[in-house]
T-cell receptor, first 112, second 117 residues
Framework: SQQGEEDPQALSIQEGENATMNCSYKTSINNLQWYRQNSGRGLVHLILIRSNEREKHSGRLRVTLDTSKKSSSLLITASRAADTASYFCATDGSGGYNKLIFGAGTRLAVHP | DAGVIQSPRHEVTEMGQEVTLRCKPI?????LFWYRQTMMRGLELLIYFNNNVPIDDSGMPEDRFSAKMPNASFSTLKIQPSEPRDSAVYFC???????????????FGDGTRLSIL
């Protein structure tokens, strides 16, 4: 079963608006990662946040982590048409190695 | 630098045929993962190799699936015989895990879109 569940499943916004995607997970984690997937391409790593971190920034991306609620959010500020993609959160499972469990993803459409 | 390279990008074949998917990980990475992505089940881990050794194959669906990593720069995923329900996009990913650390990103290839008729 999937560890991470993204919300919403789909999001449609205009260029320049902010996009917020949420991820909930079930078990304790060491880190949580966000990936982007453009249509017909592989996943691309965006950002990793460790369990002892609460917030992390990378360019127009802001990730928060609330381990007490077992949830994370990804904020993309000032969105662009090029941000149109699916976004996945992934948590490290219990395999004892870097085994990632991916959520179902959020499909983001940014309209010019 | 070259990323993870997968071949072929697309494969269409008839059920019962053998299918071989290929992957070249990023040079220097010692961990390799095979995933399958479908609309119904999302992204599923099939098998994980560390230093060319299969560590976790619990995601391999059944005996029709097999994977090998004969050296650090090449891996194959084979399906024999193939069935229509195997249709999916298959991804290979690699990671730099000197020891199984838990904070390294995975680098994905662009996948093989497999259609079994």
């Amino acid at each position: 079963s999937q560890q991470g569940e993204e919300d919403p499943q789909a999001l449609s916004i205009q260029e320049g608006e902010n996009a917020t995607m949420n991820c909930s997970y079930k078990t304790s984690i060491n880190n949580l990662q966000w990936y982007r997937q453009n249509s017909g391409r592989g996943l691309v790593h965006l950002i990793l946040i460790r369990s002892n971190e609460r917030e992390k920034h990378s360019g127009r991306l802001r990730v928060t982590l609330d381990t007490s609620k077992k949830s994370s959010s990804l904020l993309i500020t000032a969105s662009r048409a090029a941000d149109t993609a699916s976004y996945f959160c992934a948590t490290d499972g219990s395999g004892g190695y870097n085994k990632l469990i991916f959520g179902a993803g959020t499909r983001l459409a940014v309209h010019p | 630098d070259a990323g993870v390279i997968q071949s072929p990008r697309h494969e269409v074949t008839e059920m019962g045929q053998e299918v071989t998917l290929r992957c070249k990980p990023i040079s220097g990475h010692n961990s390799l993962f095979w995933y399958r992505q479908t609309m119904m089940r999302g992204l599923e881990l099939l098998i994980y190799f560390n230093n060319n050794v299969p560590i976790d194959d619990s995601g391999m669906p059944e005996d029709r699936f097999s994977a090998k990593m004969p050296n650090a720069s090449f891996s194959t995923l084979k399906i024999q015989p193939s069935e229509p329900r195997d249709s999916a996009v298959y991804f290979c990913a690699s990671s730099d895990l000197g020891h199984p650390r838990r904070d390294q990103p995975q680098h994905f290839g662009d996948g093989t879109r497999l259609s079994i008729l």
